[in-house]
């Protein structure tokens, strides 16, 4: 019994002992300071980095314990700095996104007092920009490093091979944002890598390997069996060589090669062989042909991206592993050549789960069509469809209803038909519906109500039918609503916005709604950035409701019945706005003069693009456009517009689309317009514009490719110095009083002669809008938008232009339309105008040519429109299939004959040779046929020499050609 109280007691004491010294410990563990001379190291690293941000604040000599520095870790036994954590903001902001970011990079350089640091065991210095400066071998020498993160901080030159010497790093990552970077390193070695034996995590993305990278070794013998994440997308990677079968990495699950051309017909088989796979991308690789089988049967995989390759089916799988396919949760095959195949026959085995696992469906722009399968219903962990830009058509199934963790539906460009199911109410936890530029009919249903989380709603450009369902207004959580472009008819109330409180974008464009509120001081329960509401009925007064709408940056209300004046707030409640459309209604009551020089002493305009076309504005252009500097396209065409071109507005630095067609203002051209080195743009057709065109047009920088001067009253030459005006691609001076020669230096436009190909589109306002033209071709009017940059026109007609057409003329080889009609120019039509094979329009009517129409214009394939009449042009009509199908009137009132005119051409000796007669050609067949007269002297001549010739140089043959003619007359006497 004594000796249990005796055991009790040594325990109670061994219980304090124990309590004290964990007091103690803790009590020293929070007592200890940072090492002086890593103290030290902090502050000389500090010093040599550039901290726009003041990030390092904290390091400094009065504040003692660096271990509570900014980005400082140290170990609570040793006190040594164990861990630095100075990453600059997300890699995925560009570095050039904005100042504020760039300021929270780190720059400068890496003191070497770094390596005074050997208990250093985690060092982050990731998303900064070091400018160039080269990754810092002292690194090396931190043998304790278990976490390396150097990506995306524009280090530059090789990566040091003394990280070799890094024998405890688990984590390397050394990636670059994109391969472009100036500082991108190449490396000529990775030997170094074989010393990081410990190695877990190696992220090398878009360091050019090429010239290092061998497969076998790399693979085999470099990189550790540990490896479990290996990251080499955008390398430069050389082909995978077909030997290669097996690699020693057992433990890795996740593997990155995207972004590499492999240029190889498959994927290779040790790829299929990593049994530990959970993610897999080899997106952007080249790879063509089907998927294999045992890609999609790796029992592990639940991530696999395959998009932007060339593949064209996934190769059936045997019934034994069809198992595995319903493991995938995230599957990316966007960007592929699945052409003619539907989605049943791309994904049969996937729809044959029981119970499938995706999440995550990509097929973007991969060439299928067919019917969205039924089966897609079965699928019920789908949370992401995105099958954007197919040719994808039938209905949308019921069964999608069934998928109750849906959240994104992306079908966007198809082929889609028919109406929305009622079911898609039941999507209580869809985000987003993207249904844009189907053929979906029919009208909205009632169930919309049910879609409770919906946050993004585009249904335009569709042949949607019917009102809108005052359901719409109950989606609270509604930020975007796109229902543009459709068939949509009926009156829209307060109702159908009850309770769009979150409603941030609003698109009803080119529909037949009106508008109609019970009460004049309606507030929607909104605050838009956007709004877009042409062709809507809002008037006749402007919608005062937009008062509170002081958020907008987007405001379009063209041909929406407004004939008002428009109101004094306008510009204190929109001074964010950016791009304005109130054109195609009645303005004529506004002031330009209050409307774009209200308080400009004050404010500075953020207005990009603004259009007031066709609104019977009046009055003179005011001349207060200095607080217009981000106009980067303006709309005035069609209004009664007067006086002089305000000098303000020509010097807008950044104006790229000026429309002034078809106004009254007068005065001389603005050369200060005309020289913008921002102008791409410019239509000042039909107005009394007078003068000549400036000899100082065309200075050093300017970009402009559409210039429309046509019907005014300009006069004078067009000088030599117009044709510095290189970029140009449509030129309209038609319709005035223009004299003088046709300049011979056309030549220079780059466009207009291949020296430079055009892009489809002339993008304006930052690829935010594309430019637009209006052309007269056959006396109408045409549009042209989405391929203006493909337009090249020149239209010198209705001058008083004279002397020859230039033969340089003929190096416009990309010019596509052409008219010199109705002026006095003289000579011939120049004999190589059939090198330019684009020409679709060739008029060069009611002048005073002379000679033939040259053969060589019958190599114009392309030609659907020619016009040569009333000339005194003469001889035949070339023969082609394209000449004898222009009606007769294309060549009167020339002396022109042959085919479709019906003046027949003489024969050589005075007869008539028949429509189609030989020698079809030029007018020169109507004389001699040299050709003919060549070959029958040449003939003559030949003949003559061969019978004459051995009888005058040869004696024996004399005697014999005597005795033969003796022989045939004794026997013809002899008869």
């Not at 019994?1 to 124990?18: A, E, V």
């Not at 466009?751 to 430019?771: N, R, W």
């Not at 002397?803 to 990309?814: A, C, D, F, K």
């Not at 009611?846 to 392309?862: A, T």
């Amino acid at each position: 019994m004594s000796s249990h109280p005796s055991s009790f007691s040594y325990l109670w004491i061994l219980t304090i002992f124990t309590f004290f010294h964990y007091s103690l410990s803790k009590q020293n563990s929070t007592s200890i300071l940072c090492i002086g001379y890593e103290k030290t190291a902090l502050l000389e690293f500090k010093n040599d980095l550039i901290d726009g941000a003041n990030r390092l604040f904290s390091w400094n000599r009065s504040n003692a314990d660096c271990c509570k520095w900014y980005g400082i870790t140290c170990n609570n036994q040793t006190g040594h700095v164990s861990e630095i954590h100075l990453r600059g903001p997300d890699d995925a902001t560009p570095y050039w996104d904005t100042q504020e970011t760039s300021i929270q990079r780190f720059g400068g350089k890496v003191n070497p007092s770094l390596h005074n640091l050997t208990s250093l065991e985690y060092l982050d210095l990731s998303c900064n920009d070091f400018g160039g400066n080269p990754i810092p071998a002292l690194i090396g020498s931190l043998r304790n490093l278990t976490y390396l993160n150097l990506s995306e901080s524009r280090f530059s030159r090789e990566i040091p091979s003394e990280f070799g010497n890094l024998s405890k790093l688990q984590v390397l990552s050394i990636r670059y944002l994109y391969s472009g970077d100036q500082y991108v390193p190449r490396l000529k070695s990775l030997q170094w890598l074989s010393g990081l034996s410990f190695l877990r995590h190696l992220d090398m993305s878009a360091v050019q390997l090429g010239d290092a990278f061998d497969w076998p070794q790399v693979t085999q013998t470099l990189l550790p069996s540990t490896l479990v994440e290996l990251h080499l997308s955008n390398c430069g990677l050389p082909p995978t060589t077909p030997s290669l079968t097996m690699v020693n990495f057992t433990s890795l699950s996740i593997l990155d090669l995207s972004n590499n051309n492999f240029s190889t017909t498959s994927i290779p088989s040790w790829i299929t062989g990593l049994q530990s796979l959970v993610s897999l991308n080899l997106a952007f690789c080249d790879f063509n042909g089907p998927v294999p089988s045992c890609l999609m049967s790796m029992n592990s995989l639940t991530y696999l991206d395959l998009s932007l390759n060339q593949f064209t089916d996934i190769q059936a799988m045997r019934n034994s592993s069809t198992e595995s396919i319903c493991n995938l949760r995230e599957l990316d095959l966007s960007w592929n050549k699945f052409d003619g195949k539907s989605l049943f026959d791309v994904l049969t085995n996937l729809f044959e789960c029981e119970s499938s696992k995706l999440e995550s469906l990509k097929f973007a722009e991969s060439g299928l069509s067919g019917d969205l399968p039924l089966q897609l219903g079965n699928l019920k962990n789908l949370v992401h469809i995105d099958l954007y830009g197919n040719s994808i058509s039938g209905l949308i199934p019921d069964s999608l209803g069934d998928l109750s963790s849906l959240q994104t539906l992306e079908l966007g460009f198809n082929s889609i038909s028919g109406p929305i199911p009622d079911s898609i109410g039941k999507l209580s936890s869809l985000l987003s519906m993207k249904l844009r530029s189907n053929y979906i009919s029919g009208p909205l249903p009632d169930t919309f109500e049910g879609l409770l989380a919906l946050e993004e709603l585009d249904l335009s450009y569709n042949e949607i039918n019917g009102t809108i369902p005052r359901s719409i207004g109950q989606l609270t959580k509604l930020t975007n609503l796109n229902i543009g472009n459709n068939l949509l008819t009926g009156v829209v109330t307060e109702d159908h916005f009850a309770n769009l409180t979150s409603l941030l974008s609003l698109r009803g464009d080119s529909n037949m709604l009106r508008l109609e509120l019970s009460a004049d001081n309606w507030e929607p329960p909104f605050q838009l950035g956007i709004l877009s509401l042409d062709s809507w009925s809002l008037g006749p007064k402007f919608p005062s409701w937009l008062q509170n709408q002081t958020g907008l940056s987007i405001l379009y209300l063209g041909s929406t019945e407004i004939s008002d004046n428009i109101p004094s707030w306008f510009w204190s409640t929109f001074s964010g706005l950016q791009y304005l459309n109130i054109s195609d209604n009645n303005l004529s009551s506004v002031s330009l003069n209050d409307f774009i020089c209200s308080e400009m002493d004050e404010e500075q305009k953020q207005v990009i693009y603004m259009n007031l076309g066709r609104t019977n504005l009046s009055g003179d252009l005011p001349d207060c456009w200095t607080n217009w500097e981000f106009l980067n396209i303006l709309n005035f065409q069609n209004n009664n517009l007067t006086g002089e071109f305000p000098r303000s507005l020509a010097n807008l630095s950044s104006l790229q689309s000026l429309h002034m067609n078809n106004n009254k203002l007068s005065g001389e051209l603005p050369v200060e317009l005309l020289n913008s080195k921002s102008l791409q743009i410019a239509d000042l057709s039909e107005n009394n514009f007078i003068g000549g065109i400036p000899k100082s047009i065309g200075g050093e920088g300017t970009i402009l490719k559409v210039l429309s001067l046509r019907s005014n009253k300009l006069n004078g030459k067009i000088p030599d110095e117009f044709c510095r005006l290189d970029s140009i691609q449509i030129v309209d001076l038609a319709g005035n009083n223009l004299s003088g020669r046709i300049p011979n230096c056309f030549n220079n436009f780059s466009v207009m002669t291949g020296k430079v190909d055009p892009g489809q589109m002339v993008d304006l306002a930052s690829y935010e809008f594309m430019g637009s033209a209006w052309l007269v071709m056959r006396g109408r009017v045409n549009g042209y938008g989405s391929i203006l940059g493909l337009v090249t026109f020149m239209d010198l007609s209705s001058n008083d232009l004279n002397g020859v057409i230039p033969s340089e003329i003929t190096q416009l080889v990309e010019l596509r339309f052409l008219n010199f009609s109705h002026n006095r120019l003289t000579g011939r039509i120049p004999e190589k105008i059939g090198d330019m094979k684009l020409l679709e329009i060739f008029d060069v009517s009611r002048n005073q040519l002379v000679g033939s129409i040259p053969l060589s214009m019958s190599k114009l394939s392309f030609l659907n429109l020619l016009n040569v009449s009333y000339n005194n042009l003469t001889g035949r009509i070339p023969s082609s299939t394209q000449f004898q199908s222009f009606e007769e009137s294309s060549f009167v009132g020339n002396g022109l004959c042959g085919a479709p005119v019906s003046l027949r051409c003489e024969r050589q000796g005075g007869g008539r040779a028949g429509d189609d007669g030989e020698g079809g050609g030029s007018d020169e067949s109507d004389g001699p046929d040299w050709g003919l007269v060549t070959s029958v002297v040449v003939g003559f001549v030949v003949g003559f020499w061969v019978l004459v010739g051995p009888l005058v140089g040869s004696k024996l043959w004399r005697t014999k050609y005597y005795e033969f003619l003796y022989d045939i007359w004794c026997k013809f006497c002899g008869s």
